[in-house]
T-cell receptor, first 111, second 114 residues
Framework: EPEVTQTPSHQVTQMGQEVILRCVPI?????FYWYRQILGQKVEFLVS????????KSEIFDDQFSVERPDGSNFTLKIRSTKLEDSAMYFC?????????FGPGTRLLVL | GENVEQHPSTLSVQEGDSAVIKCTYS??????FPWYKQELGKRPQLIID?????GEKKDQRIAVTLNKTAKHFSLHITETQPEDSAVYFC?????????????FGSGTQLTVLP
């Protein structure tokens, strides 16, 4: 069964550094999402992406964040200048119908 | 925007007993309600979902009920097993343009005691 994949599984970075989180959605899916989950808390919506543009974004998704689909398979989330509070698990999801399939996540730790 | 409240935050049951987790939502436009199971360090996995045109849905030991008037929905797990131990998240969603974002509840840590 096809699955969403994400790389890296873990990322440690210094505050102020840029990070790029990568996702490979399920191949025939058209809608993609990023969510984050701070340790011990709920999953929070960041952004949705369709047809090579952002469909919706939450108030968390400020100017430090960007998404793109640089080729036909990868879907990336970039954080330009990381802050301590960006430490979280970041999940990518792709959609078939109404069902969202989550990737395994990238655990980001900002020191 | 949508707000989803989930109770209880922790739930311990004896193996074989039933477990019930309840959620309420605020936006009457929400029409899709999935439940996700998340084991420690793993991805959220969809276990069951319900749409607003249905009041109840069952899949083996798992059932979900929806009360649109009261804006609440519940997950019922019968004959619980130790492998049911995980965090369970409810979510609500409404169509918005071309996307459908999920608003999650705060999660319930279910522990099934052998």
């Amino acid at each position: 069964e096809p699955e969403v994949t994400q790389t890296p599984s873990h990322q440690v970075t210094q505050m102020g550094q840029e990070v790029i989180l990568r996702c490979v959605p399920i191949s025939n899916h058209l809608y993609f999402y990023w969510y984050r989950q701070i340790l011990g808390q709920k999953v929070e919506f960041l952004v949705s992406f369709y047809n090579n543009e952002i469909s919706e974004k939450s108030e968390i998704f400020d100017d430090q964040f960007s998404v793109e689909r640089p080729d036909g398979s990868n879907f990336t989330l970039k954080i330009r200048s990381t802050k301590l509070e960006d430490s979280a698990m970041y999940f990518c999801a792709s959609v078939e119908g109404e069902t969202q399939y989550f990737g395994p996540g990238t655990r980001l730790l900002v020191l | 925007g949508e707000n989803v409240e989930q109770h209880p935050s922790t739930l311990s049951v004896q193996e074989g007993d039933s477990a019930v987790i309840k959620c309420t939502y605020s936006d009457s436009a929400s029409n899709y309600f999935p439940w996700y199971k998340q084991e420690l360090g793993k991805r959220p996995q969809l276990i069951i979902d319900i749409r607003s045109n249905v009041g109840e849905k069952k899949d083996q030991r798992i059932a979900v009920t929806l009360n649109k008037t009261a804006k609440h929905f519940s997950l019922h797990i019968t004959e619980t097993q130790p492998e049911d131990s995980a965090v369970y998240f409810c979510a609500a969603s409404y169509p918005s343009g071309s996307a459908r974002q999920l608003t999650f509840g705060s999660g319930t840590q279910l522990t099934v005691l052998p």
